[in-house]
Structures are given as structure tokens and as C-alpha cells.
């Protein structure tokens, strides 16, 4: 008692004035005691009034003040109690907020109970529990004189009478004036006492039941009379600090006004101000209230009760969960501060809640779900919900109790205990007809009837705020999107628990995903834990951002515990959209106060948002502010993360976009840290090896007919999904490509030495053209190109790049001229750039072109199949290619004349095939150009430069007349 009553102490947040000494408890029914003047009760002086009513009332309370002997005093007790509960079983103060932490002239008399009751009745009635105590203590089963077998229990002697005194004082308590009374006639300690009696009367029946396989009716009729006592005496206590019933205290978990059976002495009213306008006044009173049970050991005594109750459901002894859920409740109440929470920790309070979050009996297990209404279902998901929100509410900034879930085998046990029902649905998906589980749309699966899918998106939701308040208070966790009130709680939450919380999260997730991965059905998830895992993901990623946010040092834990393999991981981004991510999108929907504003969703989030699910937005997002974070002197895990993603989403046009406008974004934002991080990696290698499997991709799939995709949901139910059209795959296709070359762009412009590194990278080469055959990016993948022909070779290294430079610019000849039709347009485009190379550095180009075989590939692309329509175009920007190559170069020219022979014979038989004897003015000027090495003029002076070319012009000039000559003949 003395450690509860300095754990007390440490709570108050200033000196409170002394209060009265607890008074002795009286001897005899209706003494009064030393201490106990009426007087001196809290004021003012209430009396029942005149009306019908409570003018019953004060007749029969004066009947049993007038009363002598002690039969008769019971009776008339007895019959006041019934009036009283009949009179006021509704009633709850009117304005409690004016009467909270003030007081009346002593001298004051109030007529009527408007905010309160007479103390003399309140002082009666708690004196009537001291009898109930010793009725309980004295009578049936006690801890001390347990009979051995559960036949030899007694009756306890409690009349329905007795019980009714306890509902007077629940409805009682519903008023700070009573309250006050309460307290100063030492009603606390009364109904603590009582509370302890009848827990280890209930202890000692368990015992029994424990012994015994089977139960006699006594001991069960026992134990539901220990149960009905209980749930009046939490309900005192409750209201005592919360000034409203626990029946209708938390609506956010449960109504639990559906638990109360109509022969429950527990009495229900609707709050009389609702939760969220509770004044200073009444926060100050129920701080003060709270002070006095935790003095009162009563919190030690909830503690008892939740393991007793445990222990029952586990032996499937109780199914009513009202007692359980009113304990919970009240023993919330009593969980605020470090002190508090740490005095709860010593007396095993951590291991009762982390107990709890787990399946609480068999009853409910899938073998037996046949036998279990919907309603009982709901039940236990608000019970396991309400256990995690005290569990937080009890761990919240404070080391020292997050450490102890971080223990070897809780993280273990804490991440099984939060996803047992899904285990639960999926066992029950197994045991049916496997072509009858598939989801429908208005249910999780067929056989799990009695859960519809907006019950478990609103379980999954609660479940997956509940889990983010271990980091952030729930309010922030739910909905703030104020940067600064965030700073601002966070700054009150101590730095050394949020990176432990980050971690411990971090390690529960990564658990939880490998019980879901159990869960797999052929290597694909049930809709329902895909709903249950996308939501959970979904919250914890927006919580670690807004971590990130105030504690920005913070990235490091992040790092060291795996956030990034666990954010884009198989069991998390990699989880495709589906037929259930509508469910999931409209179960979020309201929720997603942070994606409007993400950098990385602004610009595609309108365009792509059916095709990408919310999730991978989010972590995209969250990735890109990591990496971009002011004081992340390096950012290479942000970037590996963003790369291995990006290869593994090549099949993904629109995921694998907005990927590369991450990528765009955090060299914007971060280009030092962030081209470090390229080169370490070879991102840009990287990259661009996606953006080539996306055009093979795109060529293979352009002459693919469109998919039709059947979905059979169940026997009776078919629906059809429309996939993204063919034409619209391509155009996402296409975005991304230009994505992927426009970060190349980007990266050889802001890097001072980027377009060299590309230069001596061969695979970026090799990469570069391979692009170069989809027409739509022909022009912006030339411009790099000639780009890096354009860097001076400074050095050896430079010279041998170029030259291998060259020789994939050359492949690129064979490679459109390999089809049996010749691809005209991409020839004449390498023809043009070829040249547009060469003039930047003659001589230099002739020899490095020549070098690497450049004749040979020209020439082969006039033996092939022509384009009508762009055949000649390209017969003449080979010539004029060739003509350039040659200009003034003696070595060149021998080159060549090797190849093709002196006169160039070979090019003159591809010629005249071509022509078919019958060459065009354009060709005999292609040709008279060949022959002086530039452009040819007849006005004016010019020498011959090449020979071999008189010869060629020559000989097809004699072609040309010698069919022209037959021609006259036949004619003739």
C-alpha cells in the first residue's frame, strides 16, 4: 500500500490541500462514526425535493431514519434502494461542468437532485458495502477455507437486495457532488476492499473449476453471482473518475450497453457532455479521482481481475464479455503518466495486456465457428482492439516498458497476437470447398459469412492506428497533417523512446509479414489479409514519415533496423493491385491526408491512380523524403532501395514511372549525396537496362491482341475486369522510356564528370542504342550520343571509349538492316548523325570510323530489300556518308578501294541493281561529288580527288548508253 500510495504522490502535479482522515468503518448498520458529521460533507446540503418522486423517496428515507429495531431498519432500507434505482436509473447531472471544482456556501441547500443526492443516503450506502465485504468474505468459497470438490459449496447469501445497493452507487457516481461524498466517507477504500473480496472469491472458484472436470451448478451460479457483483463495482469505480458510465464511455471501441443482460444489475445512462467538450474543471477533478484509487491499490486489484478473467475464457467457463470489456476500460483510466505507468509494470500489468491480445478462448476458434454468432465474432475483435490501445496507452514514452516488449520472444509473441484473426478467416478459407472461397464483394469469402468487408476494413484500420500509437499519439496517428503541431508533440516525446519504438515497430512488422506470408494460398494472398496487411503498411509508413519530420536523426535506427527491406519487399510494395484494392481504396480514402501533398504523386497520381495502388505511392514518397532530408549527408540506401525497386517493377510501366520521377526528384533536391550515391551503384547503368527491357517489352506487345481477363468470384457470380487497353499500356510504356532518358539527361548535365563516366561504361553504350531503335526517342537518345562524341579524347582510356564508341554506332547498321525489309528511316537517321560526328573532328573520325570497319557496314546496306518510297534517300546518303569519309584521306581511300575494288566495282554492281540500269540525275550527282571529295559545281574550277571514282562514273555512264543504244535498236 505504501509503494501505491507514493507512486500516487509522484502523480500529482501540485500540493493538494489535506483532506479529511478516512474514516473507521462503523461497527453497526446506519452508527455513525468519528469523522463522519454530516456537517462537515462536502457542500452543499442536498435534500429530495417536493415533487411526486423523489417525495417517495424522502417519505421512505424517513421511514428508515425513524426506524428502531434492526429488521426493521433492513427493511426499510431495502425498500428505499428499489425506489431509488426505479426513480433514478436514467438520471444523470444536469450541467456538470458548473458544479466541477466548486463549491457552494457551506450554508447552502440545494432542493432537488439536479447535480447530486442527500449525503446522508450516499453515507448509508457505503456503509451497506462493508456487510456485503464480510458477506463475501465469510460465506461460500474463500481463499483461506476452500472445500476440496465444487459439490460441498454453499450458496453466498447475497439477496438481489444487496446487489441493488451496489447499482444505487453506480448511478450515484455519476456527479462530482456525490463523488465528493463518496470520497470523504471513504467510499474508495470500501469498494476497494470490496473489489479485493470478490476477486479472490472468484480466484478460488477458478480453483475449483480447475480441479473439478466437471463443474457442480453451485459453483457456476457462484461464479456468475461474483461475476454480476464485479461489474457493479468496476462501474463504480469507473464512474468515480471518468464521471460517466463505462457502458457508454467508449464508443470508439464498443457499446458495451449491448453486454449488459436484462438481469444485470448494472444501470446505463448516455454521458451527460459528450467526451470531446470535457472542461479543464472536470480533466482537474478526474486527475484528482484517479490519485485517490491508485492510493485505494485498486489498480493492483483490476490487474488480479483481468488474470481471472483470462483464465475463465481460456477454460471456456464465461462467455459474457461485459465484466471484461468494463475492466479494461476502467483500468485505461488509471494509465497516465510515467510513474503510473511503471508502478503498472511492476505488478505485471504489461504481461496481463500483452496476454490478452490473443485468441481468448477456444470458443472462437475456427473448428467452432459454426456455433458463433457474427455478433460474439465482433466481440472479441473489439476486445483484442481495446487491449492494444491500453497496451500503447501504458508503454507511450516510457523506455523502460518498451523494453520490455522488446525481450526475446515478445516481438514474436506480440506480432502473433495481433494477426491471429486473419490466421483465424484464413484456416476457415481451408476447410471449405476451395472453389467456393474466393472473395465476392460484399463478403471476406463465402464459409466467413458473418464478416462483411467494411466490418474488417474498419477493424484493419482501427488495428493498424492502434499499432502506430506505440509511436505517435493515436490523434496524430489518425489524422494531423499540421507539420508544426506534430514538431511540437513529438518534441515532448522522449528521443531516446522514439528510435527504440521505431526499432521495436520496424521488428514487429518484419514478423507480422512473415506470419502473413504463412497465409499465402497458392502463393497468393487472401483478399482479407492483403486488406489487413495494405492498411497496416499503409498507417506505419505515414507514421514513420511524420517521425521523420521532427526527428530527422532518426533516419539512422530506420536504416539499421531494415525499413527499406521492409517497405519494398515481396510481402509489402510488390503486392499488385487487385479486385480488393477498391475495398482498400475506399477504406482509406478519408484517411489519406498525406498523399495530396506528396512531391512524388502530384503529377501522376491523376493520371495513374487506378493503376497504382495507394501503398506504393505512399512508399515511394516516404523514400523520396528520406533521401532528400536536409541533414542526410548520404542518401546511397535510399538510392540502392529506389534502384532494386525499379528493376523489379520493369514490368510495371506506370510503378516503374513514377520511380524515375523519384529518381529526378532527389537529384534535384539532393544532387551531391545523390550522384555520390549513382556512381556507387551504377544507377544510371541501371536505369537505362530498365528502360531497354520496357522497349523490347513495348515492340514485342504491339501486334499482341488484347487480354480478356475472367475473374469467377463464386458458382453463381462472374464478373469481367477491364484491363488497362493495349493502346494505353503503350502510352504508359512510352512515358516511362522517356523517363528513363530524360534522368540520363539530367545526370550528364548536373554531374561534371557524368558523360565522361557513360563514355567509358560499356553497357551504357550498348544501352543508348538499343534505344535508338524506338522511333520515339530516336531524337533525344542522337542528342547524347553526340554528345559524348563530342568530349575531347584527353587520354587513352578517352580513345579506346570512342573507338568502341564508334564500333556500336556502326552495329547499329547491321542490326536495322537485318530484317528482310530494310529499315529505310533508321538508316538515313544514323547516315545523317554520322556525318553530323564526323564534322566535329574530321580526320580523327575518318580514322576511328575506318578503324572499326565502318566501309563494310555501309556498303551492306545497299544489298538488301528497299522501301519505295525511301529507298533512293538512303542509296544517296550513303554515297554522301562514304564521300565524307573519304574526303582527303589517302588511308580511307586505300581502305575502301581494298574493300570494294579499284573502280569501285562492287559499289557500282549494287548500284546499277538498284537502279536497274537506269541511274538518276540525283545519282550521277552523288557521284560527281564522290569525285571531288566535297560538292560538286560546273560553273566552276575543280580538280579530281578521287580516281577510283572517274573509273565508276565512267563505267556506269557506258552502262547507261549501252541500254539506251539497245533500246534505239529495238525500237528501230
Not at 209 to 219: G, K, Y
Not at 370 to 376: A, G, L, P
Not at 719 to 726: H, L, V
Amino acid at each position: 500500500m505504501n509503494l501505491v500510495r507514493g507512486v500516487a504522490d509522484l502523480l500529482r502535479k501540485s500540493p493538494q490541500p489535506p483532506g479529511p482522515p478516512a474514516p473507521p468503518s462503523p461497527s453497526v448498520r446506519g452508527g455513525s462514526f468519528r469523522g463522519a458529521d454530516l456537517d462537515d460533507a462536502p457542500a452543499p446540503r442536498v435534500v429530495f425535493s417536493d415533487s411526486t418522486e423523489e417525495g417517495v423517496l424522502s417519505t421512505l428515507w424517513q421511514k428508515y431514519e425513524n426506524a428502531h429495531d434492526k429488521e426493521e431498519k433492513e427493511k426499510s432500507l431495502q425498500i428505499f434502494v428499489l425506489q431509488f434505482v426505479q426513480t433514478f436509473r436514467d438520471w444523470g447531472p444536469y450541467h456538470i461542468e458548473e458544479f466541477v471544482d466548486q463549491e457552494l456556501g457551506s450554508d447552502e441547500t440545494v432542493v432537488g437532485c439536479s447535480y447530486g443526492h442527500p449525503s446522508e443516503v450516499i453515507l448509508i450506502l457505503i456503509q451497506e458495502i462493508s456487510l456485503i465485504t464480510s458477506t463475501i468474505t465469510e460465506s461460500g468459497t474463500s481463499p483461506e477455507s476452500s472445500p476440496k470438490h465444487s459439490d460441498q459449496l454453499e450458496p453466498l447469501e447475497l439477496s438481489a437486495e444487496r446487489l441493488h445497493v451496489l447499482e444505487c452507487l453506480t448511478i450515484l457516481t455519476r456527479s462530482v457532488h456525490n463523488c465528493r461524498v463518496f470520497s470523504y466517507y471513504g467510499g474508495v477504500q470500501k469498494v476497494t476492499s470490496l473489489l479485493k473480496a470478490a476477486v479472490d472469491q472468484l480466484k478460488a472458484l477458478n480453483s475449483l473449476h480447475a480441479v473439478d472436470d466437471q463443474s457442480s451448478d453451485q459453483a457456476v451460479e457462484n461464479t456468475r453471482m461474483m461475476l454480476k457483483i464485479l461489474i457493479c463495482i468496476i462501474t463504480i469505480i469507473s464512474n468515480f473518475m471518468k464521471l460517466e458510465p463505462t457502458a457508454t464511455r467508449d464508443p470508439h471501441f464498443v457499446d458495451t450497453t449491448k453486454y449488459v443482460r436484462s438481469s444485470s444489475y448494472l444501470a446505463t445512462v448516455s454521458p451527460s457532455i459528450p467526451e470531446n467538450t470535457i472542461s479543464d474543471a472536470l480533466q482537474h477533478w478526474q486527475q484528482k479521482a484517479i490519485i485517490l484509487v491508485l492510493e485505494a491499490g485498486c489498480v493492483n486489484r483490476l490487474v488480479e481481475l483481468l488474470r481471472v478473467i483470462q483464465r475463465l475464457n481460456l477454460k471456456e467457463q464465461w462467455t459474457d464479455l461485459s465484466l471484461h470489456f468494463t475492466t479494461l476500460s476502467t483500468l485505461r483510466s488509471t494509465i497516465s503518466g510515467t510513474h503510473a505507468q511503471n508502478h503498472f509494470r511492476s505488478i505485471g500489468g504489461l504481461e496481463i495486456l500483452l496476454d490478452g491480445l490473443g485468441l481468448p478462448s477456444n470458443k472462437f476458434s475456427v473448428s467452432k465457428h459454426s456455433s458463433i454468432s457474427r455478433d460474439e465474432r465482433d466481440e472479441i475483435l473489439l476486445l483484442q482492439l481495446l487491449y492494444l490501445e491500453i497496451l500503447s496507452e501504458a508503454v507511450f514514452g516510457n523506455i523502460n516498458n518498451l523494453e520490455f516488449l522488446c525481450e526475446n520472444g515478445l516481438v514474436h509473441k506480440f506480432a502473433n497476437s495481433i494477426s491471429w484473426p486473419a490466421f483465424m478467416i484464413q484456416e476457415s478459407h481451408r476447410q471449405k470447398d476451395t472453389t467456393k472461397t474466393l472473395l465476392a464483394l460484399n463478403s471476406i469469402s463465402g464459409p466467413v459469412h458473418f464478416l462483411k468487408i467494411t466490418e474488417w476494413n474498419d477493424y484493419s484500420l482501427k488495428l493498424s492506428i492502434a499499432l502506430c500509437s506505440f509511436i505517435l499519439p493515436s490523434n496524430v496517428v489518425k489524422c494531423c497533417s499540421d507539420e508544426t503541431a506534430i514538431n511540437q508533440i513529438s518534441a515532448s516525446i522522449p528521443s531516446a523512446y522514439q528510435e527504440q519504438s521505431v526499432r521495436w515497430m520496424i521488428r514487429v512488422l518484419l514478423t507480422v509479414f512473415l506470419c502473413i506470408k504463412a497465409c499465402a494460398w497458392e502463393s497468393e494472398l487472401p483478399s482479407h489479409i492483403k486488406i489487413l496487411a495494405k492498411t497496416i503498411q499503409i498507417y506505419t509508413i505515414r507514421t514513420f514519415r511524420r517521425v521523420l519530420v521532427s526527428a530527422p536523426a532518426l533516419l539512422a535506427a530506420f536504416r539499421e533496423e531494415g525499413v527499406w527491406d521492409l517497405i519494398f519487399s515481396e510481402d509489402c510494395f510488390y503486392v499488385g493491385s487487385s479486385v480488393e484494392d477498391i475495398q482498400f481504396h475506399i477504406g482509406t480514402e478519408n484517411q489519406n491526408d498525406n498523399v495530396k501533398n506528396n512531391r512524388t504523386a502530384t503529377d501522376s497520381q491523376s493520371s495513374y491512380w487506378i493503376d497504382v495502388n495507394i501503398l506504393q505511392v505512399e512508399a515511394i514518397s516516404f523514400l523520396e523524403f528520406a533521401a532528400t532530408l536536409n541533414e542526410n549527408t548520404y542518401n546511397l540506401p535510399e538510392c540502392s532501395a529506389l534502384v532494386d525497386a525499379l528493376e523489379h517493377c520493369v514490368s510495371d510501366a506506370v510503378v516503374a514511372s513514377i520511380l524515375l520521377k523519384c529518381f529526378r526528384v532527389i537529384l534535384q533536391l539532393a544532387t551531391q549525396q545523390t550522384l555520390a550515391s549513382f556512381k556507387s551503384l551504377d544507377a544510371i547503368t541501371r536505369v537505362l537496362k530498365v528502360t531497354c527491357l520496357q522497349a523490347q517489352g513495348l515492340r514485342n506487345s504491339r501486334n499482341l491482341p488484347r487480354p480478356e481477363i475472367t475473374i469467377d468470384r463464386d458458382d453463381s457470380q462472374t464478373k469481367n475486369i477491364e484491363m488497362t487497353s493495349p493502346e494505353d499500356r503503350t502510352d504508359h510504356t512510352l512515358t516511362c522510356l522517356k523517363l528513363g532518358v530524360n534522368l540520363l539527361k539530367d545526370y550528364v548535365t548536373i554531374s561534371s564528370d557524368g558523360r565522361i563516366l557513360v563514355l567509358h561504361n560499356a553497357e551504357c553504350i550498348e544501352c543508348l542504342f538499343n534505344l535508338f531503335e524506338e522511333e520515339s526517342l530516336r531524337k533525344q537518345v542522337l542528342e547524347q550520343v553526340l554528345a559524348l562524341f563530342r568530349l575531347p579524347p584527353s587520354s587513352a582510356q578517352d580513345h579506346a571509349a570512342k573507338l568502341h564508341l564508334c564500333s556500336k554506332y556502326l552495329e547499329n547498321f547491321t542490326q536495322a538492316n537485318k530484317n528482310e525489309k530494310v529499315n529505310s528511316e533508321l538508316l538515313i537517321d544514323l547516315l545523317v548523325s554520322m556525318r553530323e560526328i564526323i564534322m566535329m573532328d574530321r580526320v580523327y573520325y575518318q580514322n576511328l570510323f575506318r578503324n572499326e570497319g565502318c566501309f563494310l557496314h555501309i556498303i551492306s546496306l545497299l544489298n538488301g530489300t528497299f522501301n519505295e518510297a525511301t529507298g533512293e534517300r538512303l542509296v544517296l546518303n550513303v554515297l554522301e556518308t562514304l564521300t565524307l569519309l573519304l574526303e582527303e584521306n589517302n588511308a580511307s581511300k586505300a581502305a575502301f578501294r581494298v574493300l570494294v575494288g579499284v573502280g569501285y566495282q562492287t559499289l557500282q554492281s549494287l548500284l546499277l541493281d538498284y537502279y536497274k540500269w537506269l541511274p538518276s540525275e540525283r545519282l550521277l550527282d552523288a557521284l560527281l561529288n564522290m569525285l571531288v571529295d566535297g560538292k560538286f559545281e560546273i560553273n566552276e574550277k575543280t580538280t579530281i580527288k578521287n580516281e577510283d571514282v572517274v573509273v565508276l562514273l565512267l563505267n556506269i555512264l557506258q552502262k547507261v548508253c549501252s541500254l539506251a543504244h539497245r533500246d534505239v535498236i529495238t525500237i528501230l
